[in-house]
T-cell receptor, first 110, second 113 residues
Framework: DAGVTQSPTHLIKTRGQQVTLRCSPK?????VSWYQQALGQGPQFIFQ???????QRGNFPDRFSGHQFPNYSSELNVNALLLGDSALYLC?????????FGPGTRLLVL | KQEVTQIPAALSVPEGENLVLNCSFT??????LQWFRQDPGKGLTSLLL?????REQTSGRLNASLDKSSGRSTLYIAASQPGDSATYLC????????????FGKGTTLSVSS
């Protein structure tokens, strides 16, 4: 059984660009959450998707948007990238219980 | 607003030592608490999850305790090994199913041989 997968593993962008990160949940999971982890910090909750709707959102600007597809996979989009958006972006999936995390996407904004 | 604090931020111990990592949270109305391990630049691996009605959970050399009334949890690691070197994160889920995890900044553990 494949766990949570994320793509790409690493990404380099320049300020002002847009980026899309992808996540495939663990088999049987219908809920996907996204977290941002800056260097030396704990993960910060961005938003959570369930049944293709954003169910909860953390304290992030609307430059951060997402989508969940009928197969429960999800995308995180970030527009107008800032240097401060450089971080490890983690996806977690669940089905009402424990969240299982993917390996993350390392984003570097230059 | 729920806040999670982990002390110490870093810890170095010789192999074989028993150790305790601490986690505190400001709002006792939690749904559950979870301990994770993170290797450098990697994702999170769940170690132990304690429901709000439980006092402790054990897995191998790891034991996690929860005291909701005092807003504290500890992760006890017995007979530490170099392979235990990693960052350990504590996270709480507030008193609603399906809501976000709120993380501490973690404790970075180094076990020397």
């Amino acid at each position: 059984d494949a766990g949570v997968t994320q793509s790409p593993t690493h990404l380099i962008k320049t300020r002002g660009q847009q980026v899309t990160l992808r996540c495939s949940p663990k088999s049987g999971h219908d809920t996907v959450s996204w977290y941002q982890q800056a260097l030396g910090q704990g993960p910060q909750f961005i938003f959570q998707y369930y049944e293709e709707e954003e169910r909860q959102r953390g304290n992030f600007p609307d430059r951060f948007s997402g989508h969940q597809f009928p197969n429960y996979s999800s995308e995180l989009n970030v527009n107008a990238l800032l240097l401060g958006d450089s971080a490890l972006y983690l996806c977690a999936s669940s089905s009402g219980g424990t969240q299982y995390f993917g390996p993350g996407t390392r984003l570097l904004v230059l | 607003k729920q806040e999670v604090t982990q002390i110490p931020a870093a810890l170095s111990v010789p192999e074989g030592e028993n150790l305790v990592l601490n986690c505190s949270f400001t709002d006792s109305a939690i749904y559950n608490l979870q301990w994770f391990r993170q290797d450098p630049g990697k994702g999170l691996t769940s170690l132990l999850l304690i429901q709000s009605s439980q006092r402790e959970q054990t897995s191998g050399r790891l034991n996690a305790s929860l005291d909701k009334s005092s807003g504290r949890s500890t992760l006890y690691i017995a007979a530490s090994q170099p392979g235990d070197s990693a960052t350990y994160l504590c996270a709480v889920k507030t008193n609603q199913a399906g809501t976000a995890l709120i993380f501490g900044k973690g404790t970075t553990l180094s076990v020397s041989s």
